[in-house]
């Protein structure tokens, strides 16, 4: 019987990797994988599976499935909550040496196993990866002297430059604490307010904001590294991630219409990619600085607000990105991914400004609050190689460092420190800059805006996101885009008022309702006859 004869093939379909999942695990596993048990390791009985008409609470099965799934969310990241990410090696390709002795950069040829997490800025969870805002892209490199972990985002410059920042701008940008929903009024407000803010809402703003999926965005760490080399010589470094695919964006058009099928097409496409073994990969490279000029270049180079200028760096390869393995469980692989920009390996000081500074505690307090005090011991976040004065607190503590003794000095042969020679033995002391400058806003619009083309979608997108916002804030963007170049402000006023227009006619021109039917309550059931 056709309907009674099912097989793995049905009219010549082929399914997507992201479809085939459970398939392919059958197809693995072409017997059941083993006894179910209850969280004790004894077997389950089938007619514990059915607890109606029972005694439910004489059933440790029910007791074991609802006491751990009443339990099992854990608060999503404040920033970057919806997220995926995958395994993969970073090989060294060019030798740099004379930069830096850290180990996982030294000797050409040398893989390190990496685990990479990418996510949208501002969404929750449940978002939607389509929204016009910062990517960001996490990689753990597991080196043989440490985790090193390096964070970095879709845009080479970030918002602004002091830590203290941080809460308010994720408030105004994330959702209205009365309508609880994503409100550009005061998105607006603030960058009006703060106006540094304004360089990166440009990057944003242009084709930037949204790239065509996870793995065509190029991705920057933006702090000025400090590295060393061997014989204690310091430079300064901005790290840089180029997608081996190349940049390619998504117009708004294009991505509400996707949008509407599909929240997940970054994940998806990421998925697929490695599923079907086309592996993303990107280029590591560093823009590189001597101690020298970057104390005496013509503009703050430690400013994350601005780039770089011109003709004052130079950009040296290191390596190769692979991400080759999709994660087998999200949750334990991803969701408890903890990256910490303080993680940082000998020969790579890392960053002396003072949002890095700010970075040092943030991760380390929000990754205790999200995952736990001891949420190093997490497989995904573990070191190849760890040993501690730390012990207990909440599980999971592990092997908690045995009968090792506990407290450093001992005389017992408890863990050494070492000394390390080429450590460079002052740091720079630097003095934030804190003007504000319009200057990098006007050269967006004017240089890192390639053509009309370009220009024009970057006032379209800018005219989208103001259509929501009320008065006053609605003239006082007009005032800050007059201050930073008056063609564009013109454009962009004439182009919202076309915009709002158009907007209220085809609220005017709303199709009419589909009539409908409520649920059938007692009144509309037909009066059953009695005799
Ligand atoms: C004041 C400045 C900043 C603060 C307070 C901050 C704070 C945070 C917080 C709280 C998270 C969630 C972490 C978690 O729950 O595990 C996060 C994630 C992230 N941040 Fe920052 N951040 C700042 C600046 C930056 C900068 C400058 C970059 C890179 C250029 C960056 C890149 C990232 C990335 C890539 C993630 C995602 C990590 C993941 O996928 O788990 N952040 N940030």
Do not use: C
Request: charge should be neutral.
């Amino acid at each position: 019987d056709e309907f009674l004869n099912v097989t793995y093939e049905y009219l010549n379909v082929t399914y997507e990797p992201v479809q085939r999942q459970l398939l392919d695990f059958k197809k693995e596993h072409p017997h059941p994988i083993g006894l179910w048990t209850k969280l004790a390791g004894d077997p389950v009985e089938l007619r514990d599976t059915i607890t109606i008409n029972s005694d439910q609470f004489n059933n440790q099965l029910f007791v074991d499935t609802f006491s751990t799934f009443d339990g099992r969310r854990i608060p999503e990241r404040i920033a970057t909550a919806k997220g995926t990410g995958a395994f993969g090696y970073f090989e060294v390709t060019h030798d740099v040496s004379k930069y830096t002795y850290a180990d996982v950069f030294n000797g050409v040829g040398k893989k390190t196993p990496i685990v990479v997490r990418f996510a949208t800025a501002l969404q929750n969870l449940g978002g939607s990866e389509l929204i016009r805002e910062i990517k960001s892209m996490a990689t753990k490199f597991y080196t043989k002297e440490g985790n090193f972990d390096l964070l970095t985002i879709s845009t080479p410059v970030f918002p602004f430059r002091d830590p203290m920042l941080f809460r308010d701008l994720v408030n105004a940008f994330q959702r209205n604490p009365q309508t609880n929903l994503y409100d550009f009024t005061s998105v607006y407000d603030i960058t009006t307010l703060r106006p540094e803010l304004g360089h990166n809402l440009f990057w944003i703003m242009s084709d930037y904001g949204l790239p065509n999926g996870y793995r065509r965005m190029d991705t920057f760490a933006i702090h000025a590294f400090e590295i060393s080399n061997k014989h204690g010589e310091t430079h300064y470094v901005r790290f840089n991630l180029r997608s081996e695919l190349g940049f390619s964006p998504l117009t708004s058009a294009q991505a509400a219409a996707i949008q509407a099928r599909d929240l997940d097409y970054y994940t998806r496409d990421l998925y697929n990619a490695i599923d079907s073994g086309e592996y993303p990969a990107w280029k590591l490279e560093m823009d590189v600085m001597t101690s020298h000029d970057i104390q005496t270049v013509d503009y703050d180079p430690f400013d994350v607000t601005k780039l770089w200028k011109n003709g004052t760096f130079i950009t040296v390869p290191i390596g190769r990105l692979v991400l080759n393995q999709n994660v087998e469980n999200h949750f334990r692989d991803i969701e408890q991914a903890a990256f910490n920009p303080g993680h940082l390996v000998p020969g790579i000081p890392g960053p002396v400004d003072y949002l890095f500074r700010g970075r040092r505690m943030f991760y380390r307090d929000t990754q205790n609050y999200r995952l736990g005090r001891n949420h190093n011991n997490i497989l995904v976040n573990m070191p190849l190689y760890e040993k501690t004065y730390v012990r207990d607190g909440r599980p999971p503590t592990r092997l908690n460092m045995k009968n090792a003794p506990n407290y450093y000095a001992n005389s017992f042969n408890g863990p050494i420190p070492y000394v390390d020679e080429n450590r460079p033995w002052k740091k720079l002391q630097i003095l934030d800059n804190n003007a504000v400058d319009l200057e990098p806003m006007w050269y967006f619009y004017n240089y890192i805006l390639e053509d009309e083309t370009h220009r024009q979608r970057f006032i379209d997108n800018i005219v989208l996101s103001l259509l929501p916002v009320t008065p006053p804030v609605i003239q006082r963007v007009f005032q800050l885009l007059f201050l930073v170049d008056k063609e564009l402000a013109t454009r962009v006023k004439a182009a919202y008022e076309v915009a709002l227009a158009a907007q209220q006619a085809a609220a005017l021109a709303v199709p009419p309702p589909v009539p409908g039917r409520r649920v059938p309550s007692a009144r509309d059931h037909p009066k059953k006859e009695t005799k």
